[in-house]
């Protein structure tokens, strides 16, 4: 294998993302195929390296699961894997790419999974090293399972043939379709959000702010896996562009693996356009339940204000009468204060009749 091409810092993590240094070892698995079909297991990376050295027709997967910063090193040391990668992998905490170090294919999957009760989503975090006879996957989230997606591959040795490139595809049609019941869940919230907002629902504001922020942590999920489709397929339309230890199938499997790879676009692009139609939704939602809100405050205000111009008229002829001046024209009549009162009460009357009229009342 040769060594990796020249590299720029693709650390985008925040340092306290990194992996602990005294984090204890994760899972190791280490199987060996020749064609496709299961071998035997490696005990070690040095055996698996040494064996797929010795026989070139067999090919090796490491499977890590949350390991720590020891047995990546050691996995680069054995592998000559690109070193920004591998910081990569430590740092974790990346955004979804697919990128070439040399002969070494790197690619970054966030998987996501969705917990209905507290209406979060949390997103793990997926690495996948690929080379033409070796694939190492690291998984820092135990949604993925790579058990299952082994036992998938080796159902269909053809696909296990692929090499590296297959279980590149297996783990990002797996990561794909868990992309499906998140995007269903999300739908079956906002619908309920929306109804809580025409409801008048005291906390549909909260949970439409907190269902906006799941969106935008799923939508940087989804949206770079178009790019990294194009990056994975290039091996496949131009293999002449890449190095002979780079991960490729063989000249028949190459048109296959591509329809796999367009159907999981599919998913990718409608994953996409539900996720972009969710945020123009709860955009919309917030604008309705603003303009609500509005509305709310208006109506109380001309409440407010009309039973306020009611009350002025008792209170100004009130006030009038009240002042301790004298003599006052008319204050010691016998009909005065009957007048008055009746006064006061048919302009309170009219006055309500008319903001009622208004539809202010």
């Known amino acids: 294998m040769t060594e990796s091409a020249p590299e720029r810092t693709m650390a985008l993590g925040r340092a306290e993302a990194a992996l602990p240094a005294d984090a204890p070892p994760g899972e190791c698995r280490i199987v060996l195929y020749r064609s496709g079909e299961r071998q035997r297991e490696a005990a070690t990376l040095a055996e698996a390296h040494a064996a797929v050295r010795a026989d070139p027709s067999l090919g090796a997967w490491v499977s890590l699961t949350e390991p720590n910063r020891d047995q990546l090193r050691e996995a680069a040391r054995e592998f000559h894997l690109p070193r920004l990668a591998v910081e990569d992998a430590i740092v974790a905490h990346q955004r979804p790419k697919a990128e070439t170090y040399g002969d070494v294919f790197f690619l970054v999957l966030r998987p996501a999974t969705y917990d209905e009760d507290k209406e979060t989503i949390r997103v793990g975090e997926v690495h996948v090293f690929g080379t033409r006879d070796v694939v190492i996957t690291v998984r820092h989230d135990p ?65 439409t702010y907190r269902l906006a922020r799941q969106i935008i942590l799923l939508q940087r999920a989804v949206d770079p896996l178009g790019r990294v489709l194009e990056e994975i397929m290039e091996p496949l339309d131009s293999p002449e562009r890449f190095g002979p230890n780079m991960p490729r199938p063989g000249e028949h499997h190459r048109g296959e693996l591509r329809e796999h790879l367009r159907d999981v676009a599919d998913h990718v692009a409608a994953a996409r356009d539900h996720v972009e139609g969710f945020r123009q939704l709860l955009s919309n939602i917030m604008t309705v339940e603003s303009n609500l809100v509005d509305q709310a405050q208006n109506e109380a205000m001309k409440k407010v204000s009309s039973w306020g111009g009611i009350l002025v008229v008792p209170t100004l002829i009130a006030s009038i009468f009240g002042m301790n001046i004298a003599p006052q024209p008319g204050f010691h009549w016998v009909f005065n204060w009957p007048l008055v009162l009746v006064f006061m009460f048919l302009s309170s009357l009219l006055l309500y009749l008319l903001f009622r009229r208004n539809d202010w009342l």
């Open 143 to 207: 949604s993925v399972d790579f058990e299952r997606i082994r036992a998938r591959l080796e159902a269909k040795p053809h696909m296990m043939g692929h090499g590296a490139l297959g279980v590149i595809y297996a783990v990002l049609d797996r990561v794909v379709d868990d992309y499906a019941p998140v995007v269903a869940a999300l739908q079956e919230d906002i619908d309920e959000v929306e109804s809580a907002v025409f409801a008048g629902a005291r906390d549909a504001s909260q949970r």
